[in-house]
DNA sequence: AATGAATGAGCGTTCATTCAT
DNA sequence: GATGAATGAACGCTCATTCAT
């Protein structure tokens, strides 16, 4: 298994690096060997070839990113409290780590379709977490039942896909983990008075 | 000025055609200006290099889109039938012409940061009529005082541009004014009953 | 017409040069550009790609060397005389474009499978050619009737082509165009005395 | 002396059949290996690089090539006997191993002009066959004396090797050792009707 | 002797941009 | 203004060979 030899993360690691330093169209395959410290050609004894490395680091950041927020989703009781927990650790995480948060908001969308299409396989778990809570918070008679799944699925994403790009393209100059509040709350209740 | 010369239009709408057939990165300057009838060097009288076209059309084609927009937000009446109008206005404009609904969703986001951000620039007046429906809503006793403006419009617009997104990527197959309702009411409400 | 422009001649004349100095592994596309005077993408704008120069280099320059014989064939009365010219004038014709003789003897022969089929096919004209002399030969009465006219090219092709091979391979140095009345009496007489 | 152990003949063999099998462009060293059942690196054990391979492939089955037609040929009395003896085994020979007739004929001709001269160094055995064959059928009277024998090898072995390639490239559809009697007839005779 | 992971030099092709006409 | 032939920089990938184990 490739995946477990130290070359392989150490590689994925490098790109991360590479591409949030240079921009997604200057991370040459000669660039990330280098910052990982291997030749250009034991790229591809782990990889298929440049777009594979990008697939790869996306499944292997992603799935542990998912992964966490499942885990601390779980830990908690009611719908609303799992939602919320699911938007700060969201924000945690990318706040943990400014190279992958540039990677994954602004450099890996330059990609091409077929890419991107990989990538949203990967974000399908992502999606199955919020459906989840959703169907628990209309359980629980907290959430509307006529709420259309997938709608609610895409404000959801939206709305924190694009905080947190706005903030990554402000150079991460403010705490995003400080609004997961609020965002929770424009999520739950929109824009409308309380009784609206 | 070369934007009222027939020519810089001719050139744009091939751009728009050219990059909805074939994707952005097959799009070659060549192959817009054979779409165009025109020589290639042509191009170069009306727009400094092929970034240029990009932003231009951007430009020409959203601000006729928020335009449109601004328009039908002022013959209403209400914060709400404002923001009603707003995202069925959104979806409308889209469905209207699906060649430029897939440059603006998928292929123009392959660009790189640059030209991201001169589009982001473009779109600040698209933020600024959500500004004025928030405020306008917070003066009607209709939304919530506290509500964090620039939060307020990263959820607007992150939740109209996935769902438009996900249209798209589904090939547009089924019809995306018909949400403008229920995406609405998540604004507006969020995913809690109604007096929670 | 492309094959009418002169860069297009430029780029083939450079090929031979390149590649009988280089050998054909060492004739990278930007030397032949270089060497014609032109920069690396001017080259494609004449050839498909690198295969092609080839391929056009060689119908180009045998289609002049078959036209050659085929000319001084037919200037002659008898099979025999023929036969002699066809010999005499595809000695001459490599003996004048030392070049030429090294290209199509020794480097060509390295290229792939596909190529050499194409190449075979700039031949078959050739072998027509051949095919003519034998079949007047046998009407005039000169030749047996009952030649296998395959084996014949074979055999008449195959000795030219090894008799021109082997003088390349000893750098030229010695005239081969001497040696026509020799090749042609082995080809028409064999190995036998007169009379056997 | 490496060429007494097992694996050196598992090598060769392994490479007759993989460039047989995939074409001399397609046959890596690690190919080679695999299917040789070894390790790429105990190839260089055996040989000194891929090249080597190749010329002792070749030595090693032009030799047996070569000692069979020596002993077919030493069995027959005549010169004229012996010649045909001589068309007859090479193409007896081809015809049993297609393996190697396609890596003779067709493959390794795409090597480069020095592994060539390699090549035609152990040819010069074969060489000196023909030369003792073409001095006896002059001692007989059969053969005339004048012969240049630099020629008459050319010929002989230029007839045989275009018959042979031709045969090869026509996917080895026909019989070849049916046609070493007019092969032969041809190399005697040549075109002339008997008497002129 | 045998292994196989690691190396790194080498090259055909594309395409945005220029500029002489 | 309009043309389009010419330019040339830039890069992913392969594979023969090595060498620590």
Redesign the interface.
């Known amino acids: 298994m490739k995946k477990n030899k130290p070359k392989y993360k150490q590689i994925i690691d490098a790109a991360v690096e590479v591409i949030a330093e240079n921009?997604?169209?200057s991370s040459q395959v000669s660039k990330i060997a280098k910052k990982a410290g291997v030749a250009d050609g034991t790229i591809y004894l782990y990889f298929k070839n440049k777009e594979d490395i990008l697939v790869s680091l996306f499944q292997e950041k992603m799935g542990q990113f998912i992964e966490k927020i499942e885990h601390e989703t779980n830990s908690r009781q009611t719908a609303e409290e799992k939602?919320f927990k699911l938007v700060e650790t969201h924000f945690e995480q990318l706040s943990a780590d400014h190279h992958l948060a540039i990677v994954t908001q602004?450099?890996l969308?330059?990609?091409?379709?077929d890419l991107?299409?990989k990538i949203?396989h990967v974000l399908k778990r992502y999606l199955n977490v919020m459906d989840m809570i959703?169907d628990e918070?209309v359980e629980e008679?907290?959430?509307?039942e006529s709420?259309?799944r997938?709608?609610?699925r895409?404000?959801i994403?939206?709305?924190?896909?694009?905080?947190v790009t706005?903030w990554v393209?402000k150079d991460q100059r403010y705490n995003i983990v400080d609004?997961a509040k609020?965002?929770h709350s424009?999520?739950?209740?929109?824009?409308?008075?309380?009784?609206?």
Do not use: C
């Open positions: 921009g997604y169209h939602l602004l450099e969308r330059q990609s091409n379709k991107r299409q949203n959703i918070g008679g907290l959430f509307r709420l259309d997938r709608l609610v895409q404000m994403f939206g709305t924190l896909d694009e905080t706005n393209m609004q609020e965002v424009l999520i739950v209740h929109g824009l409308a008075r309380s009784g609206q």
